[in-house]
């Protein structure tokens, strides 16, 4: 089992910036992909960014240039800074850790860019 907790959410204004983390714990194995994804209200879950354990980097194509995902090994925790947030960022986000079958998400945090 593993464990994710996220922290980081909240309400900004348009153009702010936020800071996303997210803490594994239980059995954690190398080698392993950790991400994030959001939901907006109506809408299916949808990838925003991840990150394999070697640093390995994707993006979806709206977060790209703004959105910048790292990770911490030492600590099994995950991040992603968003900068030049807009309002169709607005999304609750999960953090999502992943090795081969084994998929474990977090309980998800709420981001709200509204002025």
């Known amino acids: 089992q593993v464990q994710l907790v996220e922290s980081g959410g909240g309400l900004v204004q348009p153009g702010g910036s936020l800071r996303l983390s997210c803490a594994a714990s239980g059995s954690i194995f190398s080698g392993n992909v950790m991400g994030w994804y959001r939901q907006a209200p109506g809408k299916q879950r949808e990838l925003v960014a991840i990150?394999?354990?070697?640093?390995?980097?994707n993006y979806a194509g709206s977060v790209k240039g703004r959105f910048t995902i790292s990770r911490d090994n030492a600590k099994n925790t995950v991040y992603l800074q968003m900068n030049s947030l807009k309002p169709e960022d607005t999304a609750v986000y999960y953090c999502?850790?992943?090795?081969?079958?084994?998929?474990?998400w977090g309980q998800g945090t709420q981001v709200t860019v509204s002025s």
């Open positions: 999502n850790w992943r090795l081969g079958a084994l998929d474990y």
């Open positions: 990150i394999t354990s070697a640093g390995i980097t």
